[in-house]
């Protein structure tokens, strides 16, 4: 976020205050419900899998902090955590491509792997989650300025 040098501190942080609670407002109108989610999991399994996945169920979950999904394929159930919500859909097809593929084959051997290669942004999505995940664990330095 872009700020003018001639605002003073106080000014800055109400600017930024104002600008976050945009971007949750707006980010809270696009989050796809359970309803959503799971008819995106079924386009998806059609265009990537022939449709030979089929879910059972598909839902947001808040209990899932080190991991971004499940599967229990014998339930044919997909759980997504909360914290993919408002990243790109780009990754979050990607969380329901590889929970998808589960559902074909368990574990994560080379058949998995040739299977996932089907959704064409694997390791744009596998290298954004990488960040996010190596953003979490850097220092937070005191004093320094957020913006």
Not at 124 to 135: D, H, K, N, P, T
């Amino acid at each position: 976020m872009l700020i003018p040098a001639r605002m003073s501190e106080a000014e800055e942080q109400r600017w930024v205050t104002v600008m976050l609670d945009k971007l949750a407002a707006q980010e809270s109108k696009r989050a796809l419900g359970d309803t959503e989610l799971a008819e995106r999991a079924r386009r998806l399994s059609g265009q990537y899998f022939d449709g030979r996945a089929r879910p059972a169920s598909v839902r947001w979950v808040t209990n899932q902090n080190t991991r971004w999904g499940s599967c229990t394929p014998s339930e044919g159930s997909i759980r997504l955590s909360h914290r993919l919500q408002g990243m790109p859909e780009y990754v979050v097809d990607y969380v329901l491509c590889h929970e998808l593929a589960h559902l074909l084959v368990p574990g994560h051997g080379p058949r998995f792997w040739r299977l996932l290669e089907a959704y064409p942004r694997t390791e744009r999505a596998r290298g954004y989650l990488e960040g996010v995940v190596a953003a979490e664990r850097l220092p937070h330095v005191p004093g320094a300025r957020d913006a």
